[in-house]
């Protein structure tokens, strides 16, 4: 089996605590199959893990009404093929997205959802809201289902069909949220698997105060741990240090 391209998008300046070290530590031991993992942003050389590769990518300019992070990931996606024109395809992963218990392809590349639909808020001072409103607009205009597919979970894409997503909504330009444009687009007729808090996929940190012991009990069980700024906590520190050896 060829490598797998693995891109993790990151920027230094907006990290909390050691999740992109925590992150890689996860690939490395419980990630099954060939691999190489390559991490993308703005002034992240020199600030990675030993052995993983980096490239290099300048933010994009802030425009008025979209949401900043997600042009960036075009770009950085784009940079990143720049460099590795061989490859059929990548597994994007976010930095604050923690492997604790072995997986291969298989898991990754499995159709997920959190739900049948999605609407997005539009008027709201959260961009990833207001583009999820933007993007079920988009995919109901365009006849398609609204299955929500951000699932902050690894996620497998073909490079030619992501490029088409990208130049068919002029994503440089316009904001989406690209995962639920390309699963609802491209598997239009494939049952997802649904996710709950009784699957082996992921434990999700998205509030304060949840207890190391309480970590530990769930990741028993679990492929994945995930947090959002909020769910950072010592106690996710303590327990992810632990299970790496760092």
């Not at 997205?97 to 392809?105: G, I, K, P, T």
């Not at 997802?192 to 998205?206: H, I, S």
């Given at each position: 089996m060829?490598?797998?391209?693995?891109i993790?998008?990151?920027?230094?300046?907006?990290?909390q605590?050691?999740?992109l070290?925590y992150?890689?530590?996860?690939?490395?031991?419980?990630?099954k199959?060939?691999?190489r993992?390559?991490?993308v942003?703005?002034?992240?050389?020199?600030k990675?893990?030993?052995?993983v590769?980096?490239?290099e990518?300048?933010?994009?300019?802030a425009?008025e009404?979209?949401?900043r992070?997600?042009?960036?990931y075009?770009?950085?996606?784009?940079a990143?093929?720049h460099?590795y024109?061989?490859?059929?395809?990548?597994?994007f992963?976010?930095d604050?997205?923690?492997?604790?218990?072995?997986f291969d392809l298989v898991?990754?590349?499995?159709l997920?959802?959190?739900?049948?639909?999605?609407?997005?808020?539009?008027?709201?001072?959260?961009?990833w809201q207001?583009?999820?409103?933007r993007t079920a607009?988009?995919?109901?205009?365009?006849?398609?289902?609204?299955r929500?597919?951000?699932?902050?979970?690894?996620?497998?894409?073909?490079?030619d069909?992501?490029?088409?997503?990208?130049?068919?909504?002029d994503?440089?330009?316009q904001?989406?949220?690209?995962e639920d444009l390309?699963?609802n687009?491209?598997?239009?007729?494939?049952?997802?698997f649904q996710?709950?808090?009784?699957?082996?996929?992921k434990?999700?940190?998205?509030?304060?105060?949840?207890?190391?012991?309480?970590?530990?009990r769930?990741m028993?069980?679990k492929?994945w741990l995930?947090?959002?700024?909020?769910g950072?906590s010592?106690a996710?520190?303590?327990v992810?240090r632990e299970?790496y050896?760092?």
């Amino acid at each position: 089996m060829n490598e797998i391209l693995v891109i993790i998008p990151w920027l230094p300046s907006g990290a909390q605590g050691r999740e992109l070290e925590y992150a890689v530590a996860g690939w490395r031991r419980h990630f099954k199959c060939p691999h190489r993992i390559v991490v993308v942003g703005e002034g992240v050389t020199g600030k990675v893990p030993a052995g993983v590769e980096v490239v290099e990518s300048h933010r994009v300019a802030a425009r008025e009404g979209m949401y900043r992070q997600h042009l960036d990931y075009v770009s950085c996606f784009r940079a990143v093929r720049h460099y590795y024109p061989d490859t059929d395809g990548f597994i994007f992963v976010a930095d604050d997205c923690y492997a604790v218990n072995d997986f291969d392809l298989v898991d990754v590349q499995l159709l997920k959802q959190f739900s049948d639909h999605f609407v997005g808020v539009e008027i709201t001072p959260n961009g990833w809201q207001h583009d999820k409103w933007r993007t079920a607009n988009v995919l109901r205009k365009g006849g398609y289902k609204q299955r929500n597919c951000t699932t902050h979970l690894p996620q497998w894409y073909e490079w030619d069909k992501w490029e088409a997503i990208v130049k068919r909504y002029d994503m440089t330009r316009q904001s989406y949220t690209f995962e639920d444009l390309y699963y609802n687009i491209y598997y239009p007729d494939r049952i997802f698997f649904q996710l709950t808090e009784t699957d082996n996929f992921k434990f999700g940190l998205y509030e304060e105060g949840i207890e190391a012991d309480r970590i530990r009990r769930v990741m028993k069980r679990k492929i994945w741990l995930t947090n959002s700024p909020v769910g950072w906590s010592d106690a996710l520190d303590e327990v992810l240090r632990e299970h790496y050896g760092l």
